[in-house]
């Protein structure tokens, strides 16, 4: 039975030592599962039993490839029951993230002229771009301390509600961690006849989500993605969820095998879905795995998942704030942790985030992340970066200049991690700001990132193809 208590057993590298700039070897602390999460082992043993009896999938006719045709297709059940989709009206289509989803969903809009898509301030890039290609882009605003204003969704919803064809909002920060009111939002949307998406990359792994909304239709999720390797099962899959319907007309973004059931030189007639919406031959492992780190979470139960975080963020949280030269870039209401995940983003008096991030690689065996989080104007936006601030920081990266560029440090927790991993990177932090540590961190331009003079580190002494 897996619980809070013994998951960290079942992380895959979790016992993984790294030699720091004085010589010592140190367990490696990973603070980055925002980003990219590590592999629950059950998740890798599923992947290796059922490399086993690999085979094609759909087409082809052995045993083994009925074996993994049925693997395939229960993942899809298992990952659509995790967020409740309806069975009846809703499809699972592989893809191979959160950000395919998304475009995926956005190829298929059929545009007329005049018709708007509203999306937020606070977007990762994933969902932003790809919405750019709609007639009318508007973005509903975030207020002062970097909270959805849900008041401006209402009036843009009203405004906009003739042509309002999608509103499309992210579950949860991937820079303040803020969890969306997404449900009222969607409610909004359904009001004025629009269609909702509900990008849960970042919340899936942390909370429960319920496409249904309890049955209220007003509320439920049309489309939602989600990836596999931010929740424990980094093997090339994620999942876009939506309606069978809209997925039956149009055509599908990539076009070849699989999509089809007939061809002729004259005539092509697309398959159902999901098939004709999984171009060429499926990732059946990484399905399997994501299937696979679902059961995982399901058995600890996202109940005690998110309490578990809960207490993380809060304990962090709390610890950074008592020290005066850290600035957190978070909601004043940070101590409500019903909407927040444990992700905080932050900086450390005047020390450029690129070199905190640096000390902690090097003298911490420390991983975090640091610039803009593929969230530029929400970033732009929490740090009160200037317009001309902003105009000189874009000829700067553009002629290859990485050098004050705003940004920020980026902490953040998974099911897995404990108080003495936090303990251990606030540590750091403090000694960063002493200037306890002993490497002397050199600018890159060109990529913006510190490195210790003098030293090599050599990632082939770790891994080696
Ligand atoms: C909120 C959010 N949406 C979308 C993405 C894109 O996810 P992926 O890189 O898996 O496509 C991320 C990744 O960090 C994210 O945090």
């Known amino acids: 039975m897996l619980t809070i208590s013994n998951i960290r057993d079942n992380i895959v ?16 602390i990973f603070l980055d599962n925002a980003a990219s999460t590590p592999s629950f082992a059950y998740a890798r043993d599923k992947v290796n039993e059922l490399l086993t009896w690999y085979s094609p999938v759909h087409r082809g006719a052995g045993i083994k490839s009925i074996i993994s045709t049925r693997a395939y297709d229960e993942s899809a059940k298992i990952i659509g029951n995790f967020v409740n989709a309806n069975p009846d009206s809703d499809v699972v289509i592989f893809v191979s993230n959160a950000t395919g989803g998304l475009n995926k969903i956005a190829h298929r809009m059929n545009y007329m002229p005049g018709d708007v898509v509203l999306t937020t301030q606070m977007e990762h890039h994933s969902n932003d771009l790809p919405w750019r290609s709609a007639p009318n882009l508007h973005y509903i605003n975030i207020r002062e301390d970097g909270i959805l204003d849900v008041e401006d969704a209402r009036r843009k919803i009203e405004k906009y509600s003739d042509n309002l064809k999608l509103v499309t909002i992210t579950g949860a920060s991937n820079v303040t961690g803020y969890v969306n009111p997404y449900h009222d939002i969607a409610e909004m949307a359904h009001e004025h006849g629009a269609l909702f998406v509900l990008d849960a990359a970042q919340l899936a792994p942390h909370r429960a989500i319920d496409m249904k909304a309890g049955g209220d239709e007003k509320r439920k999720i049309d489309f939602l993605v989600m990836s596999g390797h931010k929740m424990y099962a980094p093997y090339g899959s994620g999942v876009l969820i939506g ?76 610890k950074l704030s008592a020290i005066p030269e850290v600035q957190l870039l978070a909601p004043p209401d940070y101590a409500n942790l019903d909407n927040r995940l444990g992700v905080i983003a ?120």
Not at 279 to 300: D, M, Q, R
């Open 243 to 318: 309606p069978r319907s809209f997925f039956e007309r149009g055509d599908p973004d990539y076009v070849g095998g699989g999509t089809v059931k007939i061809v002729t030189y004259d005539e092509v007639h697309w398959n159902d879905p999901p098939e004709k919406d999984e171009s060429g031959s499926p990732n059946v492992t990484g399905a399997v795995a994501f299937a696979a780190s679902i059961k995982v979470l399901e058995e600890i139960g996202m109940d005690k998942v998110a309490e578990h975080e809960m207490l993380l963020t809060k304990y962090a949280w709390e």
């Open 13 to 28: 590298g979790i016992d993984r030592k790294v030699t720091l700039l004085d010589g010592s070897t140190k367990q490696y």
């Open 346 to 465: 932050f900086n450390v008096g005047g020390i450029p985030d690129g070199r905190v991030a640096a000390v902690l690689c090097y003298e911490g065996g420390i991983g975090v992340r640091t610039g803009c989080f593929c969230a530029h104007p929400y970033l732009k936006k929490l740090l009160k970066v200037t317009s001309e601030e902003s105009q000189m920081m874009i000829k700067k990266i553009l002629s290859g200049r990485w050098v004050n560029i705003p940004g920020a440090i980026r902490a953040s927790f998974g099911v897995y991690n404990n108080f003495d991993d936090i303990d251990n990177f606030v540590d750091m932090i403090e000694r960063i700001i002493e200037g306890d540590y002993i490497g002397e961190y050199e600018l890159d331009e060109s990529s913006g990132e510190y490195l210790p003079k003098g030293h090599d580190l050599n990632p082939e002494e770790y891994f080696m193809i």
